[in-house]
């Protein structure tokens, strides 16, 4: 059942009854522009008319059966062609105006904003562009004012003088270095206890040994004392001064075993202390090629470039992909230089939030595996404004308020969809 006409042109306020061969029926319009009366027909036009496009005109009839569909082809009073261009910086477009109902197709042109240049349908882009801006030209009839048409120019700025762009290359190409220093600050394993434990366990030994010595040595003096004391009055040869001879060199020998043991523990402890300074100065200190520097200054270096590193891969892979899209900004160029500054201060920030362990006690320098803080120091200027938002949530948490109030932190906007950090 098909409707008639089955397509129809139309322009501002213009009318087009419709109607269906099997008689009644119940009519709608998809997109809703203009209107139609639901049970006679009639489509009427949008007022305006800026841009092209099809209405879908659909008649369901009264006494059922399957629905019948025509086509509105809604076309400007005016139509500018072409409809949409990218210009950069300088460069002009030639617009021509196309006018129902006049022949002579006159118009007056309007750009809004009022960027760059119109005349007689010619417009030039301004020569110098900072930011990606939209114009839209619009050309009124002369005859009739209310008839209007429209096009759209993206402004797309161009690209910075090349030796900004190199130099921009150069600095990032060189921020790579900073590995080298990564290398030559990063800290040797830990030395291997095995002496050290081997001088402790021989000294308390020696220690254990020396004091039974020395109990054996006295208990030997007292017996000798009391076998002296009863031979005193006894004739020479009998058994008590034989016994008291006998005695006085056990007494003696256990004397000079009490004496060996003891210079046997003092030696084992001096080795024992040696083995302990020497362990203690390897832990606390890291050789560098200037010099040694306490393991906590030299984790705190590790972080510091390692921050560098993870944001030098952030901003080194921004600049790939918008110099070979060629949309790299000049007004770019301060966020590419400081932001590896910024992520080290940022991994530093954190490490000190993680490593002190919000108000408590931290660890010594050497129970730090240097390989985690150091790939969590790359990650944290790698991903910075998520990293950011962490220390956010966490500051909140500590110092959270019973009124929270929503406060709008105007020296932090919202990033730009096209600015380099995405």
Known sequence: MPI???????????????????????????????????NSGLYIAPGLVTT??????????????????????????????PASVSLKAGESQQFEATVIGDPTNAVTWVTSPGLGLMQAGSYTAPPNLKDPATVTITARSAADQSKIGSASVHLVPGQPFWAWVLTVGVYLTGLFLLALPLILYWPPALPDRTAFDQSTAAS???????????????????????????????????????????????????????????KDRLDKLAVQKEQAD?????????????????????????????????????????????VGNR????SWIPWYL????????????????????????????????????????????????????????????????????DLKDTLNPPARASGPST
């Not at 040694?292 to 590193?309: E, T």
């Open 278 to 322: 020497k362990f203690a100065k390897q832990e606390d200190s890291v050789q560098t090629p200037f010099g040694k520097v306490p393991r906590d200054i030299d984790l705190m270096l590790l972080v510091l470039l390692a921050g560098a590193l993870g944001a030098w891969i952030h901003v080194g892979r921004s600049y790939v992909e918008f």
């Open 4 to 38: 008639t006409p089955p397509t129809a042109a139309l322009t501002d306020l213009e009318t087009q009854q419709f109607s269906l061969s099997t008689g009644a029926a119940s009519w709608s319009i998809n997109p809703s522009h203009g209107t139609i009366d639901v």
């Open 204 to 262: 308390t030994a020696a220690e254990s040994l020396a004091k039974t010595r020395e109990l054996q040595a006295e208990k030997a003096q007292e017996t000798a004392q009391k076998s002296a004391a009863a031979a005193k009055n006894a004739p020479e040869g009998s058994a008590l001064k034989t016994q008291a001879a006998t005695d006085a060199a056990a007494s003696d020998q256990a004397a000079k075993a009490s004496a060996d043991a003891q």
């Open 52 to 81: 092209a496009e099809d209405v879908v005109v659909t008649a369901t009839p009264a006494g059922g059966g399957p629905t019948s569909i025509a086509v509105v082809r809604l076309q400007p009073s005016v139509t500018v062609i």
């Open 338 to 405: 400081l932001h590896p500054l910024l992520g080290s201060g940022l991994a530093l920030i954190f490490y000190f939030s993680v490593r002190g362990g919000f108000f408590m006690a931290g660890t010594k320098g050497t129970d730090v595996n240097p390989y985690g803080i150091t790939g969590v120091s790359a990650l944290v200027g790698l991903f910075s404004k998520q990293a950011t938002n962490k220390l956010s949530e966490l500051f909140d948490t500590l110092f959270k308020t019973e009124q929270e109030k």
């Open 327 to 330: 949309t790299f900004r000049a």
